[in-house]
Nanobody, 118 residues
Framework: QVQLVESGGGLVQAGGSLRLSCVIS????????LGWYRQAPGKLREMVAT???????NYEDSVKGRFTISKDNVRTTVYLQMNSLKPEDTAVYYC????????????WGQGTQVTVSS
């Protein structure tokens, strides 16, 4: 069973920064892609940022230039650095893995709350 444990959420004022961390219980090279998703109240879960096994990144339009996804293979951790936070970034943020050893298996963390006050 693959486990993902997120941390780093919290309450921050608009314009502030947070860094989310997700520790994964398997070597990062065993996944095709890692990512961060978010779900705000009353809305569908949406992709925020993804990083492929070879380091290619992809971002949702509203976070481009403000958020940065990265990974540390030694610590088996994926990060989301969030700068210039806005109230509309308020959501539960989830860590995700896709393509475990080339399979269709997908895993999620338990989520971490990010609240941005105006």
């Amino acid at each position: 069973q693959v486990q993902l444990v997120e941390s780093g959420g919290g309450l921050v004022q608009a314009g502030g920064s947070l860094r989310l961390s997700c520790v994964i219980s398997r070597t990062l090279g065993s996944f095709d892609a890692l990512g961060w998703y978010r779900q705000a109240p009353g809305k569908l879960r949406e992709m925020v940022a993804t990083i492929s096994f070879d380091g290619n990144t992809n971002y949702e339009d509203s976070v481009k230039g403000r958020f940065t996804i990265s990974k540390d293979n030694v610590r088996t951790t994926v990060y989301l650095q969030m700068n210039s936070l806005k109230p509309e970034d308020t959501a539960v943020y989830y860590c995700n893995t896709k393509g475990y050893w080339g399979t269709a298996a997908e895993y999620w963390g338990q989520g971490t709350q990010v609240t941005v006050s105006s």
